[in-house]
T-cell receptor, first 119, second 117 residues
Framework: DGGITQSPKYLFRKEGQNVTLSCEQNLNHDAMYWYRQDPGQGLRLIYYSQIVNDFQKGDIAEGYSVSREKKESFPLTVTSAQKNPTAFYLC??????????????????FGDGTRLSIL | AQSVAQPEDQVNVAEGNPLTVKCTYSVSGNPYLFWYVQYPNRGLQFLLKYITGDNLVKGSYGFEAEFNKSQTSFHLKKPSALVSDSALYFCAVRDIGLTGGGNKLTFGTGTQLKVEL
């Protein structure tokens, strides 16, 4: 079955440590996204990528970094500069409508998330 | 700028009764609107979307939503609630007038739906 796989499901970070969250999709989607979910705050966009080797900052990019070396993969690194990393992290992807080059009406498909906590 | 508001943190309804989860939006142009559902420790699942055309949109699991341009609302409805509908529901908006931004959605803060026997 096609879908988005996020790993690990639970992750613990020590003080001063960088950690990387994995996101892999086999949906052949061009666009991928990382969100942070905190209770009562909805989803906030961290980074997104529309094509391989290109990505853009979202609303809360500080303290995070990403890479997009392959279409299928969009890993997120939570750096030691992110002082409040405890949250539920969600990865998503969107297909592109090649005929009109407009994928903004396509729903985003989500993985099952990674819950990051501080040790 | 685009924004969305879900005025109720929680909605309680008895099984078999109709349910409504409210959503209002603000965009400078026309909107694309989406509803998602989230079960505990899971990702979001797409329920339905409004792009254009019919104001009443039908989606998965018997849910529907009504687009009201004059009231800038997109309320989620279901005629008869089930206990299994209990979950967190998110409304999201995309301003069609925005260029670029890669399908950037703005999500509401979510409404917890609790359906009781």
């Amino acid at each position: 079955d096609g879908g988005i796989t996020q790993s690990p499901k639970y992750l613990f970070r020590k003080e001063g440590q960088n950690v990387t969250l994995s996101c892999e999709q086999n949906l052949n989607h061009d666009a991928m996204y990382w969100y942070r979910q905190d209770p009562g705050q909805g989803l906030r966009l961290i980074y997104y990528s529309q094509i391989v080797n290109d990505f853009q900052k979202g609303d809360i990019a500080e303290g995070y970094s990403v890479s997009r070396e392959k279409k299928e993969s969009f890993p997120l690194t939570v750096t030691s500069a992110q002082k409040n990393p405890t949250a539920f992290y969600l990865c998503a992807s969107t297909p592109v409508d090649r005929l009109v080059s407009d994928y903004s009406n396509q729903p985003q498909h989500f993985g099952d998330g990674t819950r990051l906590s501080i040790l | 700028a685009q924004s969305v508001a879900q005025p109720e943190d929680q909605v309680n309804v008895a099984e078999g009764n109709p349910l409504t989860v409210k959503c209002t939006y603000s965009v400078s142009g026309n909107p694309y609107l989406f509803w998602y559902v989230q079960y505990p420790n899971r990702g979001l699942q797409f329920l339905l979307k409004y792009i254009t055309g019919d104001n009443l949109v039908k989606g998965s699991y018997g849910f529907e939503a009504e687009f009201n341009k004059s009231q800038t609302s997109f309320h989620l409805k279901k005629p008869s609630a089930l206990v299994s509908d209990s979950a967190l529901y998110f409304c999201a908006v995309r301003d069609i007038g925005l260029t670029g931004g890669g399908n950037k959605l703005t999500f509401g803060t979510g409404t917890q739906l609790k359906v009781e026997l």
